[in-house]
């Protein structure tokens, strides 16, 4: 059974690599563009969607106040990449957010980040997820009503693509992404040329009335306009989810690690800032509309729309653009659907580097920082995948529920990363006494400063205008994830002072006084002798057998077969009125611990080895339930005994070793 799991493992994720052969996974910048900007450059699918969305709640008119809208966008967006091409170069060893809020402000601060950037990342696979679903139930009917299912075995398929390793994964993934690129990019030009040039069409959803909500009925007038501007810009921001992942994915760009990544992360600002404001104002001159429920937000001649079906804005666009070639609309939908699905690859490449250093730091299970047979952190790739198919079912895959849960955590970690560096330059101006390099360091601040402003102001917003419509549950969960991290970190610091050595580590090197060895049988067999045979090999002060009378013929049975052998150790029978093994044995084991509380007591457990996960299930039973007691019980040492029965032959390739009864009649004494 282990030999075909062993060999199901490596036909899906590839043979082990060793660990001298992790140089030749770090990415060059062509591949660390789609591994770690996908996500960043995905948001420009849905970002748009949702401010459209939201304006659309003070009718049809407030909708052109989109493009302006994402100008600030796109200005948050200039500003947070110039400063994380900063970070990168000043904290290149994969900390991120995480290091500079730990080392600049403080280590709950940096937990902070860290509890805030685990969410983000949980969110980021189930919005783009979400988000692929939709488009592949857009470009292929028969799929409509199926998004929950897809999502999930998209996450899945993910998950196993990342377990082959980062650059594997990277591979696969970057051709999709430069077609999305692509098709993008030939949407927005094709789009422009026809503005300039007067043969720019009118979306579908153009010839529909926009019904406003009642709250909004008077448009954006007011407090309540600019309040719902205010919403529609934090929808937006979503654009600028992803951009930290590249400075937590500093390690595995090649050498020079720090330029490469600041070039990566300036391609990706402005690849993303072209196409998401191409795409705002395309959608602007077209006309296109898009509501959270068609049936009613929606009107043709005064009636509502009847079988129409609602597909994302890119997709509108595409439909527009390319009405005289319509397979353009096709190829556009599914490279858009799989960037979105592929958008989730950076939280894959995000999270466990983030795990990973967490657990180093004693916040997280230690398992989370060892890597897997590909070099890749795959207990985190795990976890990953299991937190982000909860989400997903919890919130039946609907994108416009779950982003409002999004983009909390990642400018909370913007708005402290930016605190943080602010503090790291003004310390660093107190060391430098260079002109040029105090003028570099100053200038480097300031930026720092107009980012800490706006990222705040952000922050703020989101908080202001998210938090009733789902921006609570991300905070609740980022409350969560910091105390379990924290209580993590405790139980860690408690275990690890209860280890150290004392001062006086004399009662640590003192042997103690005598070795009391107990063999418990139950037979006089082959694995009892093998059991008896080790015990008095380790040639401890006392040496006896020990069985429980649970039934009284079988018992005398067993004292008449082990005195006819004659063997040179006393067997002990406790008393067992209640049928019961577990509570006498640890009755008798205490007592012998209070009569000598400096002897060392050794139990010895003769145990099967079986072949079959099955045969598991038929033996073992009871040295489990007594192994699991008599390992709380101090001073006692458990030894398991192993014996293999003839069906592991075929599961370790070799006969089983089976005892032999001693012929030379002077040892028959000495099992």
């Excluded at 591949?31 to 969305?53: G, H, K, M, N, W």
């Excluded at 650059?167 to 999709?176: D, L, N, Q, V």
């Excluded at 990222?455 to 969960?477: C, E």
């Excluded at 005195?563 to 406790?574: A, G, H, I, K, Q």
């Amino acid at each position: 059974m282990s030999d075909i799991m062993d060999a199901a493992k490596r036909l899906v994720l590839g043979r082990p690599v060793r660990s001298d052969g992790l140089g030749h996974t770090l990415l060059p910048k062509r591949i660390a563009l789609p591994v770690f900007a996908s996500d960043a450059l995905s948001s420009v699918a849905y970002a748009p969607d949702e401010i459209l969305l939201t304006l659309a709640l003070a009718g049809f008119t407030a909708t052109t106040m989109s493009p302006w809208v994402g100008v600030a966008v796109v200005l948050v967006l200039l500003v947070v990449v110039a400063s994380y091409r900063q970070n990168v170069h000043a904290y290149p060893s994969g900390g991120g957010d995480y290091e500079i809020a730990t080392e600049n402000i403080s280590p709950r601060a940096g937990l902070t980040v860290a509890s805030a950037l685990l969410v983000d990342y949980v969110l980021t696979v189930a919005v783009s997820i979400s988000s692929g679903a939709q488009y592949a139930a857009t470009a292929i009917p028969a799929l409509r009503g199926h998004e929950l299912s897809i999502a999930v075995g998209l996450i899945v398929l993910l998950t196993i693509a990342n377990l082959r390793g980062v650059k594997e994964s990277g591979k696969m993934f970057a051709i999709p992404v430069y077609l999305f690129m692509a098709a993008v990019g030939a949407t927005a030009v094709a789009g422009f040329v026809q503005y300039v040039t007067g043969n720019l069409g009118r979306a579908e959803s153009a010839s529909f009335d926009v019904v406003p909500s009642s709250a909004f009925d008077q448009g954006l007038v007011g407090l309540a306009g600019a309040f719902l501007i205010a919403r529609a810009f934090a929808s937006g921001c979503a654009a600028l989810t992803g951009v930290e992942a590249i400075s937590n994915g500093v390690p595995a760009f090649k050498k020079p690690k720090s330029r490469n990544a600041a070039t990566t992360l300036a391609l990706l600002g402005l690849t993303s800032m072209f196409m998401i404001m191409s795409i705002l104002l395309l959608a602007s001159a077209t006309g296109v509309v898009y509501v959270e429920d068609p049936a009613t937000d929606l009107l043709i001649d005064g009636h509502a729309p009847v079988g129409y079906v609602q597909v994302p804005v890119l997709s509108q666009l595409a439909h527009t653009v390319f009405a005289s070639f319509p397979p353009m609309f096709y190829v556009v939908s599914a490279v858009t659907g799989l960037i979105l699905v592929l958008a989730a690859n950076t939280a894959f490449n995000g999270f466990p580097v983030l795990g990973s250093i967490l657990a180093r730091d004693g916040y997280l299970p230690r398992q989370l920082h060892k890597r897997g047979d590909r070099l890749a952190f795959s207990n985190g790739i795990v976890s990953l995948a299991f937190a982000a198919i909860v989400l997903v079912v919890l919130f039946d895959a609907q994108v416009t529920r779950l982003i409002q849960l999004y983009i909390v955590g990642v400018f909370v970690s913007f708005t402290l990363s930016q605190l943080g560096m602010v503090r790291h330059w003004t310390v660093a101006l107190r060391l430098a006494y260079d002109p040029a390099q105090r003028a570099r360091m100053k200038r480097s601040r300031i930026l720092n400063v107009v980012g800490l402003g706006m990222t705040g102001t952000v922050l703020v917003v989101v908080l202001a205008t998210k938090f009733t419509h789902g921006a609570w549950i991300a905070l609740l969960a980022m409350a969560g994830v910091f105390v379990v991290m924290r209580g993590i970190r405790k139980h860690y610091d408690q275990v690890a002072e209860e280890l150290e050595l004392d001062e006086d580590v004399a009662a640590e090197r003192a042997l103690p006084s005598r070795v009391h060895a107990i063999v418990l049988i139950s037979k006089v067999h082959k694995p009892a002798m093998r059991a008896l045979s080790y015990a008095r090999a380790t040639r401890p002060s006392v040496l006896e057998a020990v069985t429980v009378a649970v039934d009284a013929d079988e018992t005398a049975r067993l004292v008449e077969h082990w005195e006819s052998l004659d063997l040179p150790m006393p067997l002990r029978v406790l008393d067992s009125p209640f049928r019961e093994i577990t509570r006498p044995v640890l009755s008798y084991v205490r007592s012998v611990r209070r009569e000598s509380p400096r002897d060392l007591v050794v139990v010895y457990l003769p145990e099967y080895v079986v072949g079959h996960w099955w045969e598991q299930l038929l033996h073992n039973q009871s040295a489990l339930r007594l192994k699991g007691r008599l390992l709380f019980t101090p001073g006692v040492v458990v030894a398991s005994v192993p014996w293999r029965l003839a069906s592991t032959a075929s599961t370790a390739g070799t006969e089983p070793v089976l005892y032999q009864r001693p012929t030379d009649p002077d040892d028959t004494k000495a099992p």
